[in-house]
């Protein structure tokens, strides 16, 4: 059997059949994944792209949520990538970007993990509100489950999280599953320069040298609340934050006219990380819905997912600079308009 055809058996073995008839994703191809052979269009994820993604993640070249999809923020995260290597950065991979991807790491990107009393323990919420008003009264905005929890501890969605571990208990400890093997180390290097890119929804990261250290996909304001402008500075970092709403902010979604706060939590409207700003009110922050970062705008300030904003706030201290670029440059396909506002409390990605 030659290279390609070695290529399409994988495509093809790429989904086994469950127990239960539900599709189950293979762990050993998606390891053994490589470039070079179309994924067939009935296939819902790609291997090749998943093993990318997880790539990318460790390097710091995030695509956000990791989801096997060959979508907005994995040709981000890939463009960044290539222009790092000083390839054609056109966010697509091809066979010299998908070599240079495979040297950053030679350990597996699925592996086995058994889950702990700590990832079922909770406290979760048996639903979270779908508005802000209605948040302010509970005690700790946590998650809904534990697959949640684990979707978001290894940066996956909880589609892809079910598809690796069909017939799997993912609410119980001594569980052993198959999770993106993403790493979980604290950054030792120094953020010297933040780069805001407006149009192309993307922050970057730069150290003193000005290389670039880190790249995340990032909703940045709207029309009826853009980001701001210029350059502001770093003033401090607040790990599991507390949202205050003052009615000055005028939020369509929010009827209140006296300012609540909403306790911390991971699906706080603000996520687990706040990383203040020079201008009263702005930051960047994380989110409830790791799945619509990028894709929707945000009430001015920048949104990323909570990991990756964990990740950025152990690289940035007091007094770094944020710089907001008004013009897009590069792969134009990064400037695609947002298709909605984000309502922080909504989870597309929550289990019903």
């Not at 198959?178 to 180390?185: K, L």
Request: hydrophobic share 35%.
């Amino acid at each position: 059997m030659n290279h390609h055809s070695t290529i399409a058996a994988l495509a093809g073995a790429f989904w086994l059949a469950g127990a239960s008839g539900a599709l189950a994703l293979d762990a050993q191809l998606v390891n053994s994944a490589e470039f070079g052979a179309k994924i067939e269009k009935s296939a819902a994820l790609d291997p090749v792209m998943l093993k990318a993604q997880v790539l990318l993640d460790r390097a710091r070249f995030s695509p956000g949520e990791i989801d096997g999809r060959d979508g907005d923020n994995a040709k981000k995260a890939i463009a960044a990538f290539e222009r790092a290597q000083r390839l054609r950065p056109d966010g697509k991979l091809d066979p010299e970007t998908w070599a240079k991807l495979i040297a950053t790491s030679n350990e597996p990107v699925l592996t086995e993990y058994t889950i702990s009393n700590d990832d079922v323990k909770g406290p979760f919420l048996k639903k979270l509100p779908s508005n802000m008003e209605d948040m302010k009264d509970l005690d700790y905005l946590g998650y809904t489950s534990p697959s949640e929890a684990l979707a978001e501890k290894f940066h996956i969605s909880e589609k892809l999280l079910r598809a690796l571990n069909p017939g799997k208990a993912l609410d119980k400890a001594g569980e052993t599953i198959t999770v993106a093997s993403v790493s979980g180390e604290t950054p030792n290097q120094k953020v010297a320069k933040i780069e805001i890119n407006k149009p192309q929804r993307l922050l970057t990261a730069f150290d003193k040298d000005g290389a670039m250290i880190a790249v995340y996909p990032a909703s940045i304001g709207s029309k009826e609340k853009p980001a701001p402008s210029g350059t502001l500075k770093v003033t401090s970092v607040t790990r599991s934050p507390t949202y205050k709403y003052n009615p000055e902010y005028q939020f369509k979604e929010v009827k209140a006219t006296k300012p609540f706060t909403i306790k911390p939590g991971p699906n706080n409207p603000v996520g687990s990380v706040w990383i203040n700003l020079s201008l009263k009110g702005y930051g960047i922050h994380g989110t409830p819905e790791p799945s619509k970062v990028s894709k929707t705008e945000s009430h001015g300030c920048i949104r990323l997912t909570n990991w990756d904003v964990s990740q950025l706030a152990a690289m940035v201290e007091k007094g770094t600079p944020v710089v907001f670029l008004e013009e897009s440059s590069g792969y134009e396909a990064m400037a695609a308009e947002p298709t909605e506002t984000t309502r922080p409390a909504a989870r597309s990605r929550r289990k019903k």
